[in-house]
């Protein structure tokens, strides 16, 4: 059998005499290996530890400062309550004597908002009257402590409310 002659083809052509190719394992070498000595290994384990403390450091800012939102939130409304109880203080012998709707004296309200709030552990920091004596402010103050973030964010939270006296109601009031 015969066997037919091919010619074999070359993808690259052939290199001219006398030029050797460049000595890349014996540059690399001398140099130490990468980057001049210094291996890149880890490099990318050193990023994501870092992003990884940005990380969590972001979401201990979010939970704690939502924690501190909540708290006053609530705070307002202990506020609001206690003021609707202090404003529920009417004084009834003025009352029978003609003089019309006022609170009691500014003992009775402060010990019916004090009364409320102690049920959550707070106290009324502050009590206003009206010049008429028919609105009551009460003031509560309350202590926030973060959660992960320990002692960094400890904050005095403040919430404000406000009740007015009204008797005989027949339609609502514009501002």
Same mark, same amino acid.
């Given at each position: 059998?015969?066997?037919?002659?091919?010619?074999?083809?070359?993808? *690259?052509?052939?290199?001219?005499? #006398?030029l050797r190719p460049f000595p890349v394992r014996r *540059?690399?070498?001398?140099? &130490? &290996?990468?980057?001049?000595?210094?291996?890149?290994?880890?490099?990318?384990?050193?990023?994501?530890?870092?992003?990884?403390?940005?990380?969590?450091?972001v979401i201990a800012l979010v939970i704690d400062a #939502? /924690?501190?939102?909540?708290?006053?939130?609530?705070?307002? !409304?202990? !506020?609001?309550?206690?003021?609707?109880?202090? /404003?529920?203080?009417?004084?009834?012998?003025?009352?029978?004597?003609g003089e019309g709707y006022k609170l009691r004296a500014?003992?009775?309200?402060?010990?019916?908002?004090?009364?409320?709030?102690?049920?959550? #552990?707070?106290?009324?920091?502050?009590?206003?009257?009206?010049?008429?004596?028919?609105?009551?402010?009460?003031?509560?103050?309350?202590? *926030?402590?973060?959660?992960?973030?320990?002692?960094? /964010?400890?904050?005095?939270?403040? &919430?404000?409310?406000?009740?007015?006296?009204?008797? /005989?109601?027949?339609?609502?009031?514009?501002?």
């Open positions: 059998m015969a066997r037919a002659h091919t010619r074999a083809v070359r993808l *690259f052509p052939a290199r001219p005499r #006398g *540059f690399r070498a001398r140099l &130490g &290996g990468p980057l001049g000595g210094r291996s890149d290994r880890g490099a990318l384990s050193i990023f994501v530890a870092i992003c990884a403390a940005y990380v969590v450091l #939502g /924690g501190k939102l909540r708290l006053a939130e609530r705070v307002d !409304a202990y !506020a609001q309550e206690a003021a609707r109880m202090a /404003g529920q203080q009417l004084d009834e012998a003025a009352l029978l004597r500014r003992t009775y309200v402060e010990a019916a908002a004090d009364s409320y709030l102690a049920l959550y #552990g707070l106290s009324a920091a502050d009590v206003e009257f009206s010049p008429d004596g028919a609105t009551v402010t009460i003031t509560v103050r309350a202590e *926030f402590r973060p959660v992960l973030l320990g002692e960094l /964010g400890t904050r005095k939270v403040t &919430g404000k409310g406000s009740a007015t006296l009204v008797h /005989g109601v027949k339609e609502a009031e514009t501002a």
